[in-house]
C-alpha cells in the first residue's frame, strides 16, 4: 500500500537557519507529492506540490524536488522565520479527480528569535 | 477564497451520546468532501469521501453505522459519530475539494471529539 514516512519532530531552529525535513514515501503508481502546512488553530494549507519525477515545488522560500530514484521529497527553506513555526505534513495522492490523500505524522517546527 | 469551516471546534459528551459535527465550504461549492481522523502524534487517517446526493465511501475498516456522513447539500457535509464511546475520542478535519484549482484540497480546522 501507499505510506509516507517523514521526520519526526518537534525540531527547534533559531531564526535565519537552514530547515530541512525529510520525508520518503512508497506507492503504487505514479503518485503526486505534497507539503501540507498547518499553523496554530487553522486547518492544513497546501504549500507547495510536485506532480511528476523530478519536478521541484517551491512557495514562500520553501521547495521540494520529486525524487523518484530515492522516493523522496524532502522540505528545505535557506532561512527560516518565526512566522514559519507551524506543523508540516508530507502527502501523497493518487488517482487524479479523486485526490485520496496518504499522510505523514507530521514535523511540529518551532523558530526562535 | 476557498475556506472551510469545521462546528462546533471541540465538543465533550458522555459515552453512549450522539454527536453531530458539520463541514461547510464557505465561498465555494463542492461535490466532493473528505473526513480525517487524527490520533496524537499521529497522521491524518482518511475514513471516508462523501459525495454531493449520494451515500458516502468508507474506507477499510471505518465503521459506516457508526460515523454516518450526509452530503445534503453543496457547501455542507456532516459527520455523526452515534453512540460514542472514550476510544472515539480525537480530532476529526475535513476537507473540500476544489475542482478547477487542480482537485486541491481545502481543510477545515478540525473539532476535537472527547468522551467521557
Known amino acids: 500500500g501507499n505510506s509516507v514516512t517523514q521526520m519526526e519532530g518537534p525540531v527547534t531552529l533559531s531564526e535565519e537557519a537552514f530547515l530541512t525535513i525529510n520525508c520518503t514515501y512508497t506507492?503504487?503508481?505514479?503518485?503526486?507529492l505534497f507539503w501540507y502546512v498547518q499553523y496554530p488553530g487553522e486547518g492544513l494549507q497546501l504549500l507547495l506540490k510536485?506532480?511528476?519525477?523530478?519536478d521541484k515545488g517551491s512557495n514562500k522560500g520553501f521547495e521540494a524536488t520529486y525524487r523518484k530514484e530515492t522516493t523522496s521529497f524532502h522540505l528545505e527553506k535557506g532561512s527560516v522565520q518565526v512566522s514559519d513555526s507551524a506543523v508540516y505534513f508530507c502527502?501523497?495522492?493518487?488517482?487524479?479527480?479523486?485526490?485520496?490523500?496518504?499522510f505523514g505524522t507530521g514535523t511540529r517546527l518551532t523558530i526562535i528569535p | 477564497g476557498a475556506v472551510v469551516s469545521q462546528h462546533p471546534s471541540w465538543v465533550i459528551c458522555k459515552s453512549g451520546t450522539s454527536v453531530k459535527i458539520e463541514c461547510r465550504s464557505l465561498?465555494?461549492?463542492?461535490?466532493?468532501m473528505f473526513w480525517y481522523r487524527q490520533f496524537p502524534k499521529q497522521s491524518l487517517m482518511l475514513m471516508a469521501t462523501?459525495?454531493?446526493?449520494?451515500?458516502?465511501?468508507?474506507e477499510q475498516g471505518v465503521e459506516k453505522d457508526k460515523f454516518l456522513i450526509n452530503h445534503a447539500s453543496l457547501t455542507l457535509s456532516t459527520l455523526t459519530v452515534t453512540s460514542a464511546h472514550p476510544e472515539d475520542s480525537s480530532f476529526y478535519i475535513c476537507s473540500a475539494l476544489l475542482p478547477y484549482r487542480g482537485n486541491e484540497q481545502f481543510f477545515g480546522p478540525g473539532t476535537r471529539l472527547t468522551v467521557l
Open positions: 502527502a501523497l495522492g493518487i488517482n487524479f479527480g479523486n485526490e485520496k490523500l496518504t
Open positions: 465561498d465555494f461549492q463542492a461535490t466532493t
Open positions: 462523501s459525495n454531493e446526493g449520494s451515500k458516502a465511501t468508507y
Open positions: 506507492a503504487t503508481g505514479y503518485p503526486s
Open positions: 510536485a506532480t511528476k519525477a523530478d
